[in-house]
């Protein structure tokens, strides 16, 4: 079992940044894709970035260019770096991992998620 932690989020102008971290409570060596989903109140939980064991990353099309995920598995966390940040970012984001190389089929851990929000 994995326990992942996220912190970062909070208030945040149109054009800002945020930074969110997740820390696992052991090694992420073994979790072969993590990432980043957000939901939005009334809409469905959408796949935001992700990274695999190897670094391949994926982003979604509206956050392409302005968010970018990387991961540390000496220290067994991952990050997400949020630029240009829109009022359409705001979100409860989660923290998630799989044991296999693809996030949007298969979550085997979710964090409790972090709220961010972003002011016009």
């Known amino acids: 079992q994995v326990q992942l932690v996220e912190s970062g989020g909070g208030l945040e102008q149109t054009g800002g940044s945020l930074r969110l971290s997740c820390a696992a409570s052991?090694?992420?060596?073994?979790?072969?894709?993590l990432g980043w989903y957000r939901q939005a109140p009334g809409k469905q939980r959408e796949l935001v970035a992700s990274i695999t064991s190897g670094g391949s990353t994926k982003y979604a099309d509206s956050v392409k260019g302005r968010f970018t995920i990387s991961r540390d598995n000496a220290k067994n966390t991952v990050v997400l770096q949020m630029n240009s940040l829109k009022p359409e970012d705001t979100a409860v984001y989660y923290c998630a991992a799989s044991h296999t190389g693809n996030l949007a089929t298969i979550v085997n851990y979710w964090g409790q998620g972090t709220q961010v929000t972003v002011s016009s």
């Open positions: 052991r090694t992420i060596f073994s979790l072969n894709a």
